[in-house]
């Protein structure tokens, strides 16, 4: 019986491990630095930069609905940006942008801007442009 116990448990693990081998997330969040945007954004691929305040309530909304996202495949080939709205001020006056708001660049400039859209919905519609 123990010998059994054992076998299901290793076999628990391996399915645990192909599952997220073949489940990787289709994109991982990155702190905004401008040269790796910039460089993004000219390759012409999707680029998502959001303007992020951690005290923020409408930022923590779509930072969730964001992040409900990260396994979608339709999205593996989109490059995503966090800029912290507090510590980053010159890269917020660049973009001019308050807090709470969603870029999306396609071909190398920008195609759409959300901001203050807190609802799943909302981040969704602006999401799509990026696919």
């Known amino acids: ?15 645990v491990g192909t599952l997220t081998a073949f489940g990787a997330r289709a994109f991982e969040i990155q702190p905004y630095t401008q ?18 305040a951690s005290w923020c309530p409408i930022c923590q909304a779509q930072a969730s609905a964001i992040d409900s996202l990260k396994n979608e495949p339709a999205y593996r080939d989109v490059t995503f940006f966090r800029v912290d709205y507090d510590a980053q001020k010159d890269v917020v006056n660049q973009l001019r942008s308050p ?13 759409a801007r959300e901001s203050w859209g807190a609802t799943a919905e909302d981040v969704m519609t602006i999401m799509m442009k990026a696919r």
Do not use: D, H
Not at 1 to 15: G, P, T, W
Not at 102 to 110: A, D, H, L, N
């Open 1 to 15: 019986e123990a010998a059994m116990k054992n076998r299901r448990i290793f076999l628990a693990a391996l399915c």
């Open 35 to 52: 040269a790796a945007a910039q460089k993004a954004i000219a390759s012409g691929a999707p680029v998502v930069v959001e303007v992020y």
């Open 99 to 111: 807090r709470a708001t969603i870029i999306v660049y396609r071909g190398g400039k920008e195609v």
